[in-house]
Nanobody, 124 residues
Framework: QVQLVESGGGLVQAGDSLRLSCAAS????????MGWFRQAPGKEREFVAA????????YYLDSVKGRFTISREAAKNTVFLQMNSLKPEDSAVYYC?????????????????WGRGTQVTVSA
């Protein structure tokens, strides 16, 4: 059974940093691309970042480029999202997701499995 478990969320002030983690189990981690999405109250879920199966390619939402970094560690079956210079508009529930597609997608249907999410709140 595939499980994705996010951690690392919390309440921080604008300008602070957080590092989200997503641990995968029940799956051959190295053959899947991984992504992070977020959803704020009253808004649609949006793509944040993704990384290819070998970590060689990364993709970002324009508004987080230069502030967020996605990475993966195969030995730990874990994907990370380092978030720096956080802004109040980054507040949302952050979800990690796994895709079997060779070409990394940026929409929800491109992903096969999802975690339950971790809350990130950035105060002004």
């Amino acid at each position: 059974q595939v499980q994705l478990v996010e951690s690392g969320g919390g309440l921080v002030q604008a300008g602070d940093s957080l590092r989200l983690s997503c641990a995968a189990s029940g799956v051959a981690f190295s053959v899947y691309g991984m992504g992070w999405f977020r959803q704020a109250p009253g808004k649609e879920r949006e793509f944040v970042a993704a990384i290819s199966r070998n970590g060689g390619s990364t993709y970002y939402l324009d508004s987080v480029k230069g502030r967020f970094t996605i990475s993966r560690e195969a030995a730990k079956n874990t994907v990370f999202l380092q978030m720096n210079s956080l802004k109040p508009e980054d507040s949302a529930v952050y979800y990690c997701a796994l895709t079997s597609r060779r070409e990394i997608g940026k929409t929800g249907p491109d992903y096969n499995y999802w975690g339950r999410g971790t809350q990130v709140t950035v105060s002004a």
